[in-house]
């Protein structure tokens, strides 16, 4: 592990010790100080005034119990969270996950770098998350539904669109926000657009909001590129996972010229040389909420499924980790070197391991990392509050335009940064230190709160 600046090995020992077994959250937290030495050596205030300190200490964390009945009449119990972990930029914001995965550490590892990101775009919005350890896979709608009512009725009374402000994440998505949105609105007889973001566009969504997380990614890349001299059109592009982010990146990769050749789920991937058909992939994950595994059997011509296995094997200029943390290992990052990739960004949150990253970094290849390369979800549901507070809505290549102004002006923040701070093409140390002195900064001003 590279060694941390002297003046953060305490605050990192301290998030260690306090959040015992946490270890998606030591990951993120780690990642980020590491980037930190050089901003503490030419600012020794932000160590007197412990601003890394309360950073890595969530404002609150609220765990709730969530009762609910099944189908069969049989009663169920899971575990809600959300943790509002810091609220200098605007309301705590950030999506609910609902996988059987969920803890207080992955809750945790997402709302710190929620901060940073929502930073990073330039917005008025704060970092939290929140989620439960529900498993929607199989659930009837009706077993959703009662769900979404029971998780909203102890969640209702610490949001609110001045307060917290959630939106979807991995197993949460329209129909999850409709049910949620549904409650609340019941529950506080207020039709309060701006508490959740990712709503139905009859309701109070946005456009774009559905693609913006997929679409950013993909205009991130076309920044990256740009800054030497290099267009996705004709590359071959490998993305991992088929849910909102992946087959919405893998749209905006088809529309700008590049070939999507292999998409995955939790079952293994498949590979379609002539590129995917995305109509399809839509069909089985969206509609009919089946596995990707079908698409070889419905897609004869060439297309082939491997169950279990490693996607990160098949040969691309351009890798696209979409799916979830940690799915992208040291090993896996040796293949794609080999095989010759020239670009890796993050769709999903923290997708690739440290030794990942430090392989791509060893081995000079653009990588930009979630926080930068995944902001357009978040800003678009910035966005998306924009418009329910002027009562407002806006058409689609309004709101795209908008959405590639911001990934473009993070990508220069990113690289300017990165350059300021003596790393020059460093993503991960430009992102990092970009979002963290806003935060800063604003933290400061406040005094001890
Ligand atoms: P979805 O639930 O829509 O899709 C998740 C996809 O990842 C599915 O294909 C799923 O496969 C796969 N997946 C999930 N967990 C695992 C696992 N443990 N192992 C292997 N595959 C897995 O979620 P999103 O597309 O919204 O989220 C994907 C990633 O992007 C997450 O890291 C999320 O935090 C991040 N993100 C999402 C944003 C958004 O706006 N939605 C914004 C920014 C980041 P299966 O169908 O088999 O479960
Ligand atoms: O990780 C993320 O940025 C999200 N899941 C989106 C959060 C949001 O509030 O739109």
């Avoid at 003046?7 to 993120?28: M, S």
């Avoid at 119990?77 to 609902?98: D, H, I, T, Y």
């Avoid at 088809?254 to 999507?260: D, E, F, K, N, S």
């Avoid at 390369?373 to 795209?400: C, I, K, P």
């Amino acid at each position: 592990m590279p060694a941390l600046h002297e003046k953060l090995i305490p605050v990192f020992d301290d998030v260690v010790r306090r959040n015992p077994g946490e270890i998606e959250f030591h990951q993120a937290a780690r990642e980020v100080l590491e980037s930190l030495g050089p901003v503490v050596a030419k600012h020794p205030d932000y160590i007197d005034s412990q601003i890394l300190g309360r950073l890595c200490e969530p404002e609150r964390q609220i765990i709730f119990r969530v009762p609910w009945t099944d189908d069969n009449g049989r009663v169920q119990v899971n575990r809600g969270f959300r943790v509002e972990f810091n609220s200098a930029l605007g309301p705590f914001k950030g999506g609910l996950r609902f996988h059987p995965s969920v803890y207080l550490g992955i809750v945790k590892f997402l709302g710190f770098e929620q901060i940073f990101k929502n930073s990073l775009t330039g917005l008025p919005i704060g970092g939290g998350k929140g989620g439960s350890d529900f498993d929607p896979k199989g659930r009837s709608d009706a077993e959703v539904m009662r769900f979404c009512q029971s998780f909203m009725t102890e969640l209702y009374r610490h949001i609110g669109e001045y307060t917290d402000v959630p939106a979807g994440d991995i197993g949460v998505g329209g129909r999850e926000i409709g049910f949620m949105f549904g409650q609340y609105k019941r529950i506080t007889n207020r039709y309060e657009s701006g508490v959740l973001t990712g709503k139905g566009l009859t309701w109070g969504g946005s456009q774009v909001r559905t693609e913006a997380t997929g679409y950013g990614t993909v205009f991130f890349v076309e920044q990256m590129l740009a800054a030497k001299g290099r267009k996705l059109d004709g590359m071959r592009v490998v993305v991992s996972g088929s849910g909102n982010v992946a087959i919405f990146a893998a749209e905006k990769v088809a529309q700008l010229g590049g070939t999507v050749i292999a998409m995955s789920d939790s079952g293994g991937y498949v590979v379609d040389e002539n590129g995917i058909d995305l109509n399809l992939v839509k069909d089985i994950k969206l509609n009919r909420r089946a596995r990707i595994a079908d698409y070889a059997t419905e897609r004869v011509d060439g297309a082939r499924f491997i169950d279990g296995g490693s996607i990160w094997d098949v040969p691309c200029d351009v890798a696209l980790p979409c799916a979830t943390q940690n799915e992208l290992t040291g090993a896996d990052a040796a293949s794609l070197i080999r095989n010759g990739c020239v670009v890796v960004a993050e769709g999903a949150n923290m997708p690739c391991t440290p030794e990942a990253v430090r392989a791509f970094e060893e081995a000079g290849l653009l990588f930009a990392p979630g926080k930068a390369a995944n902001a357009g979800g978040v800003a678009t549901s910035a966005l998306e509050m924009q418009q329910n507070a002027s009562r407002d809505s806006w058409n689609f290549a309004y709101t795209e335009e908008r959405l590639r102004i911001i990934m473009k002006d993070i990508h220069d923040r990113c690289l300017g940064t990165a350059e300021e701070y003596g790393a020059p093409g460093n993503y991960v140390a430009g992102a990092n230190i970009a979002g963290f002195t806003r935060v800063a900064d604003a933290m400061v001003a406040f005094g001890v709160v």
